[in-house]
Each structure stands twice: as structure tokens, then as C-alpha cells.
């Protein structure tokens, strides 16, 4: 089976030169839940009609890159790729590929929906870059983990607000301390957004997978829990 991932855009060093990348950490842990990773371009005239082309079971919006400009950091946006991950985005949406958010990639199906994304975090009570943290499940997925709490691993200094959701997305996943979305789910289809990093070593890996697994396997098998 293959999965389609999203990439970042970066820079070269000293000359002007845009990049596509992904990190290693994608591509095994690809290879550990069994499938081959595809990574999709920014540059393309047509990224759905590409990622259709590959035979694609699932698509993975990944991290990296701010959907929002910030005025108090440097600006990490990156245009091309927002066009390419909503091109995929609708693709997916009308070929009925599940998709598993990640992150910025939470961000995009909040931003997708008509929901909203806050620029910048560094306000809050709680520490979201580069630590473990406590996220609060609802409880269709308390019983999934077995438990009403995990932690789980955080990289990302963008977020959307509980208030701030889209109308056709439920929310998941909460850190209660901030009122933010740690996880979002569309309410008919098969897509699937954590603020968290499953591709890093993380506390959560085993819940981790169930959740790919299942919407891979069954679809949006939240529907008649929520």
C-alpha cells in the first residue's frame, strides 16, 4: 500500500534556491507500519491529479512550515505549498482517500473547513515546542487509549483554538490548560488531524497507530460516536 506525503519548503544557504524536504523520520516510520511512502511536490501543475496517478490507499499532511504569518517570528510561511496541500486536500475529499493530518497538517484541514488559525502560541500557559504534554481525549477515543488522558510528544508554535474550529469538524483532543485542538476529525469523512508528531519518538506511539490503522481500515469510524 502507499501513502502519499506532503513535504516542507526550505531554503538553500546564501543563494536563493527552494527545496522540497521531509524528514528521515517519515519514511521509517512508513516502513514500520508497512507502507511505501510517496512523497508529492510543491512545484507541480496538478498535485491531485499526480497523487491519483500513484495509486495512492492514504495521504499524510505533515509538518513543517507556518500556515499563518506571524510578526513575531520569522516568517516560515510558504504559499506553494498551502496550493498544494488543498489541491491534494480536495483530491483526497473527492476520491475518498483517508487522510491523516500531522501538525501544520492540522492546521491545513482546520484552515480547509473555513476555521481559524492562530499565528502565534508563545502566550500561553502551556509549553508547546519541543516537550511531552498532557492532551485530554474525548471519549470515543478515551476508550480507544484506555485512558481519558496521554501525552504526547509537542512541535508547533501555531495552533487553532477550541472556538476557532470548523463547523464540519469535532473536535478529539484537547489541551485543557490553553483551550487548544490537539485533535480533529471531519465529522462524514475520512480524515484525521493530531496537533502531535506520530513520526517522532513519542509517548503516544501505540495510540498512535491504532488511529492510522482504523482509518485506513474502516474509513471515519467516529461517526456514530461522536
Not at 511531552?132 to 477515543?141: E, G, I, M, R
Not at 469538524?169 to 462524514?188: C, P
Request: charged share 15%.
Amino acid at each position: 500500500m502507499r501513502i502519499a506525503l506532503s513535504m516542507r519548503i526550505t531554503n538553500a544557504i546564501g543563494y536563493h534556491e527552494p527545496r522540497d524536504s521531509i524528514s528521515h523520520d517519515w519514511i521509517e516510520w512508513s516502513k514500520r507500519m508497512g507502507y511505501i511512502a510517496c512523497p508529492i511536490p510543491n512545484s507541480l501543475d496538478d498535485p491531485g491529479a499526480y497523487m491519483s496517478a500513484l495509486n495512492i490507499n492514504a495521504l499524510v499532511l505533515t509538518g513543517g512550515n507556518n500556515i499563518v504569518r506571524s510578526a513575531h517570528k520569522n516568517d516560515d510561511t510558504a504559499p506553494q505549498r498551502d496550493n498544494t496541500e488543498f489541491s491534494l486536500l480536495a483530491t483526497a475529499i473527492a476520491t475518498g482517500v483517508p487522510v491523516f493530518a500531522v501538525c501544520r497538517g492540522l492546521h491545513v484541514v482546520n484552515s480547509y473547513f473555513g476555521g481559524e488559525v492562530i499565528a502565534d502560541i508563545s502566550h500561553t500557559p502551556v509549553n508547546h515546542t519541543a516537550v511531552d504534554h498532557t492532551v485530554h481525549l474525548s471519549a470515543p477515543f478515551a476508550r480507544m487509549a484506555n485512558e481519558s488522558e496521554i501525552q504526547t510528544n509537542s512541535f508547533h508554535n501555531q495552533a487553532v483554538a477550541l472556538d476557532g474550529v470548523a463547523k464540519d469538524l469535532s473536535i478529539i483532543a484537547t489541551s485543557k490548560a490553553d483551550s487548544l485542538a490537539e485533535g480533529l476529525v471531519h465529522r462524514k469523512l475520512p480524515i484525521l488531524a493530531v496537533q502531535w508528531h506520530p513520526e517522532r519518538p513519542n509517548p503516544s506511539a501505540v495510540f498512535d497507530s491504532i488511529l492510522f490503522d482504523r482509518l485506513l481500515s474502516e474509513g471515519p469510524f467516529w461517526q456514530n460516536t461522536l
